[in-house]
């Protein structure tokens, strides 16, 4: 087996030349969930709160959550690698790993392609290429079967919402705004940034024909009365998505996809 290969078109600061990872600590879920998936679950010693996906992952030590991480839970778990889906987690504990020897992987997991490099950066990282080549094949099948089954419908606007209060929904350049593409949708949010917050005004004048409620978390809270003025409410299209494969971008992201499709298309059999 070798021991260290050269990582080449890596998005996030590493060295050229790495060991295999044996010992794993994962801070995302979308990380978790590809750890396993590529065969490399048993080299993974600590986990978030968050990751809870496939049970395995249950039993593993948590060393924070997903924005706050406590460097000593980390440390103490001795991992030679730590990775992680860039976010809003600052460099500093970036930073502090690295300083410590520990090799880190942080992936932008934006869009379809960066998450396909996602996977194959951790199956190279814990000797597992062949591994995390199936599983790139197999979501690619997926996605493809996908296609074909909305190329021939109507395409509803569909607004995202990830909160109501404030109003936060997926916005161009989000993967949630390419899955709703995949998944036979248009996003009716085309500006503003991946995450944007909307006003109550900015949803009327987007007027969408659905919306879809992706608050995690706790239970969606019937929109309020002003929500009344926007059509796809007084028309009773407002549905709440309970499946958090629509958040994760990573091995099930056509999970989502086709929940997403089932959604907007009722009667679609995928």
Known sequence: MTMAMTIAGCRTKTPATILVAKRVVSISANTTETLFAVGAGDRVVGRSRYCDFPQAALALPIVGGYVDPNLEAVLALRPDLVVGARGPLGPGFVRALEEHGIATYFPDTERFDDIVTMIEGIGARTDHVDGAAQLVASMRARRD?????????????????????????????????????????????????????????????????????????????????????????????????????????????????????RTVHPGLAL
């Open 145 to 261: 079967q996908i296609a074909r089954a909305v190329a021939s419908l109507p395409r509803p606007r569909v607004l995202l919402l990830f909160s109501s209060k404030p109003v936060s929904a997926a916005g161009n350049g989000s993967f949630p705004d390419e899955m709703l593409t995949l998944a036979g949708a248009t996003n009716v949010v085309q500006s503003g940034g991946r995450y944007p917050t909307l006003s109550l005004e900015n949803v009327i004048a987007l007027d969408p024909d659905v919306i879809l409620r992706a608050e995690m978390g706790s239970a969606a809270a019937p929109l309020d009365e002003p929500w009344s003025t926007v059509r796809a409410v007084r028309e009773k299209k407002v549905v709440v998505l309970e499946d958090e494969t629509i958040l994760r971008p990573g091995p099930r992201l056509f999970d989502g996809v086709a929940t997403l499709a």
